[in-house]
Structures are given as C-alpha cells and as structure tokens.
C-alpha cells in the first residue's frame, strides 16, 4: 500500500475511534480526513474518479438552510450556528476515501470496539452512582461525573465518555444495530465476540434510560431481522423487552411511560414543547426562525403549562428542522432521507440472497439510519454532532459496497 493510503487509512481509524470518545478530537480528526481528501483533489484521476451520491438533497438543505440564516432575526448568530452543515462532508469523505468493503468492515469493527469500551464505561457509571449518594473527587473524577451527581438522581443513566446520556443512547443505537450486522456475516470466535459485544452495548443503551434510543434499537432490530430474514433477533429482542417487565420499577415506569405520556413529566414537557414549535412554523413557514431560533425565541411561544421557560432545542428532528428551516427546510431534509433509502434500497436489491458481508453492511447500514430516524421523532439527535457524524457514517456504507461491486465486475 502506497504512504498515502496508509495515512488515509490511519486518518479515517482515528476518526472512527474518536467517535466512541470524544467531540472535540473527533472533529479535529475530520478536518484532517477532509483536508486529505481536498489533497488528493489535486490529482486530475482522482477528481474523475469523484462520488457525489445524494449530492442534490445535500445541497438543497444546505441552501435552504443558508437563506433562512441569512433572513433570520439574527442572521450572524445563525450562520454561524450553521456551520453544522460541514458534518456532511463526513459522508462525501467516507464514500471517496474509503477504498472499499474490506477497509470499511475493518472501521466498523474498530468502531465496535471502541464502542463496546464506551458501554463498559457507562455500565460503571450507573452501577456506581445509582442510589450511592455522593462519591470521593477522585472517583467522580475517573467516572467523569460532576462532584455530588452520584446520587442525586435515581437512577443514574449512563453517558459513557459523552456528555450525556442522550449521546450514549443515539450512538449506541446505531453501533448496536451495526454489530448485529457484522456478526450475521461471519461465525466462530468472531461471531461470538461480536454477539458479546452487542449484549454489552444493549446494556448500556439501556442503561442510559433513553426511550427514543430504545424505540431507535427496536425499530432498527427488526428491520435488520427482515433484511437478514432471521426472525430470532427479533425474538431476542421480544425477550430482552419482556424481561423488561421483571426489572425495577423505575425502569418499567420508563417503558410503559411510552404509552401514555400523559404520567411522565417529561413526555409531557415534550408535548408543550412541540406545540410551541408547531406556533413556530405557523408564523415563519417558509424558510423558519433560522438556526438557533429556536434557542433566542423560545421564551415567546413557551406553553404555559410548561415547566422549562426556555430551551435549545425541541426535543424532536422534524418539529426543530421545521421550526428553524420552514417548510421548505423539512422538505429538503426530508428529502435526503428518502433519496438515501431509495438508493440504498437499490445497493441492496441487487447483492446476493444470504448473509454475506457486502449485504449485511448495506442492511445494518439502512436499519441503522432508520433506527435514528425513529429515535429522533422524539429527541433532536440531528443536533448531536457525535451522533449525526456517525448517521453520515453509516450512510456512506451501501456506496462503498456498491464501489466495491463495481471495481470487482470492472477487473472480470
């Protein structure tokens, strides 16, 4: 392998494995991964050679986004709040960077890895702060928990090496998925440290008490059931649900709170909250209150029967996209999505019947979008830098098979 590619490949690991630790460092990374894509630009082969799939729906969110920042109330604070646009270049730089399957079966194995670390960590933290009041400096410390925040909720939800525990359950969610995948395609010791891995990250996704994460993992397991036309993960998850029932009371309550928010604080903060979104929209429907609207404006359509008098975001993807893009901001967003499953849809139409590799990363890759998808109807993970970086990852996957294919039939 050519000095290049070694150092594109060492980037895109790094980068990979900052995803399991750290906002910072992982975004330092891609700008680095991005840099060295730009580098290899230079070179007339490469640019011909450039992928740009979902480039259009990219770019029209992009635009819409742009203009609603620039006729907002506060057009300088919210173009600068836009910058969460370059995360797309995460999937433009993994669809060109990455030289294939077997390169991208290896990232998601490390992410595995790094992943499984990240919910050992979080496992931890909840057994050590749940119901143990306040804990030395220096174990609150290695814990990475404020001094006092042992005890002071019951449960302690796990956050992993995040911020919060919203991070854990978004990201974990979607490495979950992608580790049931990867152990579907391989056996043997592989297989089983794969399935080790997977009931470790489902603890921990758990353990965050994040029911969109939860709802997220359902959702994308029985997906990825269908796709690997293998009924007993489903049935594993049934059971894991029905154990469920078995557990303490507070993390029943969690779940059956799902059907009727109406008794949990929170599920009805989320519903005040969404009204006001919605008056949002009613009054800026085109192009929204910009990015960060939401944040500056909030306090002029909280619901009085609220609880929170301000907040940053809504608690839910499409009533935030809605809210500060308009009607036109939740239609290119919206319009991404769909492209992206039409696309991948057909990435994985086309690969063999089984349990093969190329067709369980394409498959992980689509239940693994739509496990955050479903998770973001109730919480604003799109806002989530660590967790939208890995979207795009997982995005990227069904293009890098298909290049693969295409390099493979292309040297018969």
């Known amino acids: 392998m050519a000095d290049r590619?070694?150092?594109?490949?060492?980037?895109?690991?790094?980068?990979?494995?900052?995803?399991?630790?750290?906002?910072?460092?992982?975004?330092?990374?891609?700008?680095?991964?991005?840099?060295?894509?730009?580098?290899?630009?230079?070179?007339p082969a490469v640019r011909r050679g450039a992928r740009l799939p979902l480039a259009l729906p990219f770019l029209a969110l992009s635009a819409v986004t742009l203009l609603g920042a620039a006729l907002s109330d506060s057009p300088r604070q919210a173009l600068h709040r836009s910058d969460s646009l370059l995360l797309i270049?995460?999937?433009?730089?993994?669809?060109?960077?990455?030289?294939?399957?077997?390169?991208?079966?290896?990232?998601?194995?490390?992410?595995?890895?790094?992943?499984?670390?990240?919910?050992?960590?979080?496992?931890?933290?909840?057994?050590?702060?749940?119901?143990s009041g306040p804990v030395p400096a220096w174990t609150a410390w290695?814990?990475?928990?404020?001094?006092?925040?042992?005890?002071?909720?019951?449960?302690f939800r796990a956050k992993g090496f995040y911020s919060i525990y919203m991070t854990l359950g978004g990201v974990g969610l979607m490495a979950l998925i992608m580790t049931a995948a990867l152990s579907f395609s391989t056996a043997g010791r592989r297989r089983l440290l794969l399935s080790l891995s997977g009931v470790g990250q489902l603890a921990?996704?758990?353990?965050?008490?994040?029911?969109?994460?939860?709802?997220?993992?359902?959702?994308?397991?029985?997906?990825?059931?269908?796709?690997?036309?293998?009924?007993?993960?489903?049935?594993?998850l049934g059971a894991a649900v029905l154990l469920l029932f078995f557990a303490p009371a507070y993390m029943t309550d969690r779940l059956t709170s799902l059907a009727d928010p109406r008794y949990d604080d929170s599920a009805r903060e989320r519903l005040y909250m969404w009204r006001s979104g919605l008056q949002m929209v009613k009054d800026h429907p085109v192009l929204?209150?910009?990015?960060?609207?939401?944040?500056?404006?909030?306090?002029?359509?909280?619901?009085?029967?609220?609880?929170?008098?301000?907040?940053?975001?809504?608690?839910?993807?499409?009533?935030?996209?809605?809210?500060?893009?308009?009607l036109l901001g939740l239609l290119a967003w919206g319009w991404v999505w769909w492209a992206f499953f039409l696309r991948a849809g057909a990435i994985l139409r086309r690969l063999p019947a089984g349990l093969g590799?190329?067709?369980?990363?394409?498959?992980?890759?689509?239940?693994?979008?739509?496990?955050?998808?479903?998770?973001?109807?109730?919480?604003?993970?799109?806002?989530?830098?660590?967790?939208?970086?890995?979207a795009y990852l997982m995005m990227a996957v069904p293009f890098i098979v298909e290049k693969t294919g295409e390099k493979n039939a292309g040297s018969i």
């Open 288 to 326: 929204g209150v910009g990015i960060g609207g939401v944040k500056r404006l909030y306090k002029n359509y909280v619901d009085p029967r609220a609880g929170k008098r301000s907040t940053g975001h809504l608690h839910s993807s499409p009533v935030q996209i809605a809210a500060e893009r308009g």
């Open 204 to 236: 921990a996704v758990v353990a965050t008490f994040s029911r969109n994460a939860w709802l997220g993992v359902t959702v994308g397991f029985v997906a990825l059931s269908v796709a690997a036309r293998r009924v007993r993960l489903v049935a594993a």
């Open 142 to 155: 290695l814990l990475r928990v404020k001094p006092g925040a042992c005890g002071a909720t019951f449960p």
């Open 357 to 390: 590799t190329d067709r369980m990363l394409t498959a992980g890759s689509l239940a693994a979008v739509l496990g955050f998808l479903v998770a973001g109807l109730f919480e604003y993970n799109f806002g989530d830098s660590e967790v939208v970086m890995l």
């Open 89 to 131: 270049l995460v999937f433009f730089a993994a669809v060109n960077l990455v030289a294939g399957r077997s390169q991208i079966e290896r990232l998601l194995l490390a992410l595995t890895a790094a992943m499984t670390l990240s919910a050992i960590y979080g496992l931890v933290q909840t057994a050590v702060c749940t119901g």
């Open 5 to 43: 590619d070694r150092i594109t490949e060492s980037l895109l690991l790094v980068f990979v494995l900052g995803l399991a630790f750290s906002i910072t460092f992982s975004q330092i990374l891609l700008a680095l991964v991005v840099a060295r894509w730009l580098w290899k630009l230079r070179d």
